[in-house]
């Protein structure tokens, strides 16, 4: 088979382009069209750790002119590139802001047993762990917060305001209370203001309490206990649908503003004193004194119409951030909240990851018509092996039948998979992706990639059981599949592998070394890998392959038959691969919606979406190279390198010292 160099030059070039648009167009709008300047750079920690940080500086923030800060915060398995949206908006309104690592993500060094200690150590009863920087489960924040307050002269020292999502947001409350905590023994309180999306000021047992009650001894209740106001100016965005979040004794989350919880937060101003029939009012911007200062605070509780995992990059959760911000300090360049240009370059950005998958399959076309690569080639399409489509209505009852129990068995038993891996840790942690090895140190992409492995592995079983039952041996015996491949060509597959992957991280690279770009799509992220991260994604390429190989091998050799369409076959496969998640996800959200809690737990429910992504580009890329090749093996193995690294790149790493389970 000759394929046409000339059409894959053009694709490949087109490829590029799209992804070059993307960059050029995402650096402008990231700078405001140079009105912002963006820049990388790297602190290190009261531990001797880097934390990578992002700055956003309005050109109009000088030493001269020194402007508001907000440092912003992502959730958990995620980078912090995640908060370019908002950070971006909160520039050109003339704010300095500035996206940070979490310890154990992105270019964080400091990995950590529990990176999430925030999650599981903070409350309302916050204790001698306070006292220091380097003891505080801050995760790096209270160290931006110094670093910010003490070298960086175009910030205004009286107006720095933290922000966080989910994680982060969690985060931000401890930072707060360790600088009430610094501020009680004698030095200055840095923070002004806080804002959280996705999670909940401090509470115990889950009640919101009207202020800190820090316990130097860390005996509850030995009388030593110091109730701390709340002095800040604090703003929440509840989603109306947060799964995580916000149910309580009024209802679901799309009750909370009715919670005593929501009445306590907004009773923390000396101005309100909210009965139990009384609501707080959504967008509404209360002021008062608190514990009879001189200053006025403000209350803000807003309320977008989103799940959880939504809010970095919603348009609601940021105009609710910039409404907040905008009211707790003074904005140099005051634009209304609902003036965004950010989600454009999301949309660019999505435009981006496009460009790279096809860069990626076209680069590979491409090499494929050279003299070294052309004898991967098959000969003819008829040399394609295609099995024949069920005739008999027994063979097509074992077809349709074992496909819907390969697409449904597997989601059967994902969650509590991983949950017994997550359950290592004991129950203290079951409920997030803390376990690991010393070979697969990340602990949701554990989970994540056992589960690919099995299920890729019992569709193989599935597939032989359907084949010997139809009596396969004699209607399609396996010397007819095209299995076989000589070493030389091994070799010849696992170069063009490396060499097609590489050239969409070329392109990665281009963007992330000039512009400090990343493709993205939510947390679905294409980025230049960090060195740790590229080199553990070799090991989990192992439990990839298992899946990816497994699906191309169940795909082309049993499900896309003769005769049938090929857009139709690929549709059929996406569908396939995919229907059982999204069931999951119908079974998790509706039941959500009828009682305000969700049946399975949700952190892992949330990460599996990018699934959908992986598992629509592996289907169409794996089949084209197929019927190129007349084999599994280049696809599967483009496939294996690719996600791996990308999964591998954007999540977090744990610091384990177990070999095994």
């Known amino acids: 088979m000759k394929l046409n160099r000339k059409f894959y030059a053009k694709f490949l070039l087109v490829s590029i382009i799209v992804c070059l648009i993307s960059i050029f167009g995402t650096a402008l709008i990231d700078t405001n069209f140079g009105s912002v300047i963006t820049k990388d ?19 109009t923030a000088t030493p001269e002119n020194p ?36 310890d154990g993500h992105g270019d964080a060094s400091n990995w950590k047993e529990n990176p999430m200690d925030a999650f599981f150590l903070v409350t309302a009863n916050p204790g001698s762990s306070f006292e220091d920087i380097t003891t505080a489960p801050t995760s790096g924040m209270a160290d931006v917060v110094e670093f910010v307050y003490n070298n960086l002269a175009i910030v205004d020292k009286s107006q720095i305001g933290i922000q966080g999502h989910s994680l982060g947001g969690k985060t931000a409350d401890a930072c707060y209370a ?46 030593d206990e110091i109730h701390l106001p709340y002095d800040v100016h604090y703003g929440v965005s509840a989603g109306a649908f947060d799964e995580n979040n916000y149910t309580t004794e009024a209802g679901g989350p799309w009750t909370f503003p009715s919670s005593n919880n929501a009445r306590v937060f907004i009773n923390e101003l000396d101005n309100y004193n909210l009965a139990e029939t009384e609501s707080v009012e959504v967008g509404k911007i209360y002021k008062g004194t608190v514990n009879g200062s001189e200053q006025e605070y403000i209350r803000a509780l807003y309320q977008p119409k989103e799940i959880h995992m939504v809010n970095p990059y919603s348009p609601a959760s940021t105009r609710n951030s910039l409404d907040f911000f905008q009211n707790a300090f003074t904005a140099p360049n005051p634009i209304a909240a609902s003036s965004m240009t950010g989600q454009y370059s999301m949309i660019l950005s999505v435009l981006g990851m496009i460009g790279f998958f096809c860069a990626v399959f076209s680069s590979c076309c491409l090499m494929l018509t050279s003299n070294y690569f052309s004898s991967l080639l098959v000969k003819s399409p008829d040399d394609v092996y ?46 997030r992706s803390l376990f690991g090895t010393r070979i697969w140190p990340q602990g949701l992409l554990l989970e994540q990639s056992l589960w690919s492995a099995t299920a890729g592995l019992l569709t193989v079983g599935i597939f032989f059981l359907r084949y010997y039952l139809s009596n396969g041996p004699k209607l399609m015996p396996p010397s007819q599949w095209n299995m076989k491949i000589d070493k030389k060509n091994i070799w010849k597959t696992i170069l063009l592998a ?47 392959g298992l899946f990816f190989f497994s699906n191309a091998f169940t795909q082309n050799i049993g499900r896309m038959v003769k005769g049938r369409k090929e857009w139709l076959n690929t549709l059929l496969m996406c569908v396939a691969n995919s229907i059982g998640l999204f069931c999951l996800w119908i079974y998790q959200y509706y039941t959500f919606s009828q009682v305000g809690k969700v049946p399975l737990n949700s952190a ?32 599967a193995l483009i496939n294996t390198i690719m996600f791996a690294m990308i999964a591998c790149c954007h999540t977090m790493t744990l610091n384990v010292t177990n070999w095994w389970f």
């Open 41 to 59: 750079i790297k602190i290190v920690d009261s531990l001797g750790h880097d934390i990578g940080l992002t700055i956003y500086q309005p050109k």
């Open 67 to 102: 402007a508001p800060c907000v440092i912003t915060l992502h959730g958990s398995y995620n980078g912090r590139e995640s908060q370019n949206f908002i950070s971006l908006e909160l520039a050109k309104r003339g704010f300095v802001a500035i996206t940070m690592d979490c």
């Open 178 to 223: 360790y600088y009430k905590i610094q501020e009680y023994l004698g030095k200055p309180n840095k923070i002004a203001a806080v804002f959280l999306m996705g999670n909940q000021q401090l509470a115990v047992n889950g009640s919101w309490l009207p202020y800190l009650n820090y316990d130097p001894d860390d005996v509850l209740e030995s009388g």
């Open 386 to 431: 295609m099995p024949q489509a069920p005739q008999t209505a027994f063979t097509k009852f074992l077809y349709w039948g074992f496909m819907a129990v390969g697409a449904f068995i597997p989601i059967t038993y994902m969650m509590k998979l991983a949950m017994w891996i997550g359950g290592h840790k004991g129950e203290t942690f079951a409920a």
């Open 498 to 544: 490396v060499c097609s992957v590489g050239v969409g991280y070329a392109i990665v690279g281009f963007g992330h070394f000039f512009f400090g770009l990343e493709f993205r799509l939510g947390n679905f992220v294409i980025r230049w890998p960090a060195k740790e991260p590229f080199l553990i994604s070799f090991r989990f390429m192992i439990l990839y």
């Open 604 to 635: 892992r429910v949330m990460q599996t979406w990018s699934l959908f992504i992986v598992q629509t580009v592996c289907t169409i890329i794996a089949r084209r190279l197929y019927l190129k090749t007349g084999k599994i093996y280049l696809g």
